[in-house]
């Protein structure tokens, strides 16, 4: 009886013990469920925005292959693709990262680089590139939808099948991931995209000088294609423009008081003198120039190989043609000396380009006569020291006398030293050299653009920078000017 | 025996007063405790959802504001042009030059206008004249910002959480903003001064 009656309230315990773990069982499972579907919808959340990532970096990687292919040969640019790009050409990279997702997952960064002929910019034969990536990490979990269907609408994971079924990309499989798709387009940029650029110190040397924009293609930005001075628009605003942008990619950036009518400008630096500057204050500027490799003409016109004397050098109608290229050991004039780049009487466009692979030395009153119509390239190796009235560009567009300083050897400390009275109407682009600007005294004016390792400004006051440089010259770097998530 | 039996099987009065008084005291206990954890289970829950709806809303605007061309900010009411990169089909459009250093997708001048609203307990996103679709419900007590700075435009998204019966206090509410900072990746057409 009595072990009956122990059996039976052993059994009462039992079934409450059950009742209560069946109980709390339920509880767990709600909980789990609750849970793991919020930590689910989290980590495909947390994929996604990586695979954005990924894409993203497809697009600095290809950018950093378009600007590669401006240095000097060889570059190694594309070396890891497929083929250069090309109007329907594509070049094709794949790069996984191992271990950059979640749970240790690779990332998947794929880019396809073409260059339409319809993105080819007629006016300068600048090529835009069309950049096309995809970044895609694995889901991990069970490769189930999110509770909710807005999630699924925004994200549109793949689960069982592929969302794109273009074929563009190989990485795109059935396997369950996240995958984003941009497109951005690639423009280039000249190598005047500043009024004033420097690698290094940018001095302007407290001379109260003046920067400031027109743009010479616009007439309600320019008067008859030059600086407008204080002219105005018929609604009253004045047609030179605040894109006076000054910048350095080192860290000091002296603007001396200038009235500096755009951006001033450092690489994690420091500006100092700058209360009269309109435009903003950056400190994250960054721009490596390319350096300026020497010209690698096969044929070119052997006369004169120097020029110490009056001299004129004939330009062609042809861009590129052998018998407007020029290579110089030197010029070296003095005096009333000059130096006539001649192009056609009738003043129609014409070009010529002259490489000095020693030094340019302008002095006393001689002179560098660039004629009607010529569009002078001149690419130097040396020292270039220009003095008094050195440049006559009679076109008055400063796009007209390109001037671009190659590369100097290891331990060579070249300079440009463009001064005198009057008006400077010139471009340098001198990465490897100290450029040294004298704007001649109280009327002095500079119409133009400065890139130097140092960019030092004494006398000068007033540096009108031309916006139509921005779209001139050699290529020297790239930006997007399109970018676009693709969301089908 | 029969007296022992008659004695152990009854309780006397106070016994089952008292044991009564025990029981319902462990189970108005038990009770309150479940109901508090049911509404706590339910405001986490709520919370959670909220969360994530925040956080679609966030990650939708941002999406279009990294691709946005101009954007025109209100409370719960925000417009943005986007490049018209799909054709009538929904393909992609080939992009060309505008003429002016740009790009364009479809004729110059083009762009899709995407809205973000807020209508009853819905906040909405619509395309153009397209119907609009749901990007969270039952979201009445939604309140999202979007202030433009120029280069970038941040978001800030808050809710009013359950976990008071008397309702959420404005703290409460400010500690569940949600924000966001987006730089917009395409020149704006509606500033003067580009991204890049």
Do not use: C
């Not at chain 1, 260059?115 to 080819?120: D, E």
């Not at chain 1, 300026?292 to 044929?299: D, F, K, L, M, N």
């Not at chain 1, 400004?457 to 921005?470: I, K, Q």
């Amino acid at each position: 009886m009595q072990l009956a009656h122990h059996s039976r309230a052993g059994g009462s315990v039992l079934v409450w013990t059950m009742l209560v773990m069946v109980i709390l069982s339920l509880l767990a499972v709600e909980v789990l469920r609750a849970v793991s579907g919020r930590f689910q919808v989290g980590v495909q959340a947390a994929t996604w925005q990586e695979a954005l990532l990924g894409a993203e970096s497809g697009v600095d990687l290809a950018v950093v292959e378009l600007r590669k292919s401006l240095y000097p040969a060889p570059n190694g640019a594309w070396q890891d693709w497929t083929t250069v790009p090309g109007n329907g050409v594509l070049s094709h990279g794949l790069t996984t990262v191992p271990n950059a997702g979640l749970a240790g997952s690779p990332m998947n960064i794929e880019v396809n680089v073409d260059a339409p002929a319809q993105l080819k910019d007629p006016a300068t034969g600048w090529q835009y590139y069309r950049i096309r990536t995809l970044g895609s990490l694995p889901l991990s979990g069970p490769p189930r939808v999110s509770y909710n269907k807005e999630d699924n609408r925004l994200r549109k994971l793949t689960l069982l099948n592929q969302r794109f079924i273009d074929g563009l990309f190989t990485s795109e499989t059935n396997d369950a991931h996240a995958a984003r798709r941009i497109e951005a387009i690639i423009r280039p940029l000249g190598s005047f995209d500043q009024a004033i650029m420097s690698v290094g110190v940018l001095d302007l040397n407290n001379q109260n000088i003046v920067i400031d924009s027109y743009d010479s293609r616009d007439p309600l930005k320019s008067t008859n294609a030059l600086y407008p001075y204080n002219d105005r628009n018929a609604d009253g605003t004045l047609k030179r423009q605040e894109n006076g942008n000054i910048a350095t990619n080192g860290s000091i950036l002296d603007a001396g008081g200038a009235h500096v009518y755009g951006d001033v400008s450092t690489n994690s630096g420091t500006a100092t003198g700058v209360a009269n500057v309109t435009g903003e204050q950056r400190t994250d500027f960054y721009q490596d120039p390319i350096p300026i490799g020497a010209p690698t003409w096969t044929s070119i016109n052997p006369a004169p190989s120097t020029v110490t004397n009056n001299t004129t050098l004939t330009a062609s109608a042809t861009k590129g043609a052998a018998s407007s290229r020029y290579v110089l050991r030197a010029i070296d004039l003095s005096g009333p000396q000059t130096l006539t780049l001649a192009g056609n009487a009738n003043g129609s466009q014409t070009y010529i380009e002259i490489y000095v692979t020693g030094d340019i030395s302008l002095t006393g009153n001689a002179q560098l006569t660039v004629a009607p119509g010529v569009s002078a390239t001149i690419y130097f190796k040396g020292d270039v020291d220009i003095a008094g009235n050195g440049l006559v560009n009679t076109n008055n567009q400063p796009g007209d006398l390109l001037f671009y300083g190659i590369q100097p050897d290891t331990g060579q400390n070249p300079y440009v030293k463009l001064g005198g009275n009057g008006a400077i109407t010139a471009a340098v682009y001198a990465p490897g050299h100290d450029v040294t600007v004298n704007g001649g005294g109280s009327d002095g004016h500079v119409f133009g653009s400065a890139v130097g390792k140092t960019v030092t400004m004494t006398g000068v006051t007033n540096l009108h920078y031309d916006e139509a440089l921005s779209s001139g010259g050699l290529i020297n770097n790239y930006k997007i000017v399109s970018w676009f998530e693709d969301t089908r | 025996m029969k007296l022992q039996l008659k004695k152990s099987g009854g309780f006397a009065l106070s016994e089952v007063m008292v044991s009564t008084a025990v029981f319902s005291a462990v189970s108005m206990g038990l009770l309150m405790g479940f109901t508090s954890l049911e509404r706590n289970f339910t405001a986490t829950a709520d919370f959670a959802t909220n969360h994530a709806d925040e956080m679609r809303i966030s990650d939708y605007l941002a999406l279009d504001l990294r691709r946005a061309l101009s954007v025109q900010a209100a409370q719960n009411d925000t417009t943005i042009l986007i490049p018209a990169y799909y054709d009538n089909a929904g393909n992609p459009q080939t992009p060309a030059l505008d003429g002016r250093g740009g790009v364009v997708y479809g004729a110059i001048g083009s762009s899709v206008r995407v809205r973000y609203y807020l209508s009853g307990s819905t906040i909405y996103r619509q395309q153009d004249s397209a119907a609009p679709i749901t990007v969270a419900m039952n979201v009445k007590d939604f309140v999202f910002n979007v202030t433009d700075l120029g280069k970038v435009v941040t978001t800030r998204i808050t809710f009013n959480p359950t976990f008071m019966a008397g309702g959420a206090s404005a703290a409460a509410t400010a500690a569940t903003a949600f924000y966001n900072t987006t730089l917009l990746r395409n020149s704006r057409t509606d500033i003067a001064s580009s991204v890049y």
